[in-house]
């Protein structure tokens, strides 16, 4: 099956630092793919959709200047939460969409990083 | 706008006994429903799907979901738990084409004892 990996797995920065977290398709091409964040005993919630070569799209509340996603390859994405606050701290999922021979579209997601801003 | 209920926050079954986890959706269309299953250090797992047809939907591991929708409901069930299926359950909905944009329930965790 496709797989998703993430890179870190989990991170502690400091606040007021950059921290980058690379999505990865490793054996398939993903023109599009998404990031999430999850809360503490919540739910995810997409926080925006990354298309190769071309902007992202940001869901309402999402700060894009905070929230840096870039998607230069078809098998790389990559999120950048910039100038980090203890706010931030949450667990961030990507998964990659890839569309099979009969036209559905399934997301695979990777395993998360979990970001902890001291 | 869409959204999605899960209505038990956990659940504990007995090894052998029969699950039911449900999900109540709000979507103004035709609805694209998911179940996923999310374990300790693993990624999201597809469980199964429905997009049209049979409201009967059969997945992997045992699961099968039945969409209702005058109840706007897609309930996952199994007919017999086993230990390797405690996890968390998380139900979709997807908007957009193909229902990309996935909006999630709260999750439900699941605890098997023996």
């Known amino acids: 099956g496709a797989v998703v990996s993430q890179h870190p797995s989990w991170v502690i920065c400091k606040s007021g630092t950059s921290v980058k977290i690379e999505c990865r398709s490793l054996d398939f091409q993903a023109t599009t793919m998404f990031w999430y964040r999850q809360f503490p005993k919540q739910s995810l919630m997409l926080m925006a959709t990354s298309n190769e070569g071309s902007k992202a799209t940001y869901e309402q509340g999402v700060e894009k200047d905070k929230f840096l996603i870039n998607h230069a390859s078809l098998t790389l994405s990559t999120l950048t939460v910039t100038s980090a606050h203890p706010e931030d701290s949450s667990f961030y999922i990507c998964?990659?969409?890839?569309?099979?021979?009969?036209?559905?579209?399934?997301?695979?997601f990777g395993p998360g990083t979990r970001l902890t801003v001291t | 706008a869409q959204s999605v209920t899960q209505p038990d926050i956990h659940i504990t079954v007995s090894e052998g006994a029969s699950l039911e986890l449900r999900c109540n959706y709000s979507y103004g269309a035709t609805p694209y429903l998911f179940w996923y299953v999310q374990s300790p250090g693993q990624g999201l797992q597809l469980l199964l799907k429905y997009f049209s047809g049979d409201t009967l939907v059969q997945g992997i591991k045992g699961f099968e979901a039945e969409f209702k929708r005058s109840q706007s409901s897609f309930n996952l069930r199994k007919p017999s738990v086993h230990w390797s299926d405690a996890a968390e359950y998380f139900c979709?909905?997807?908007?957009?084409?193909?229902?990309?944009?996935?909006?999630f329930g709260a999750g439900t965790i699941l605890r098997v004892k023996s």
């Open positions: 979709a909905v997807g908007a957009g084409e193909y229902g990309n944009k996935l909006v």
């Open positions: 998964s990659a969409r890839v569309p099979p021979r009969t036209g559905s579209y399934e997301q695979y």
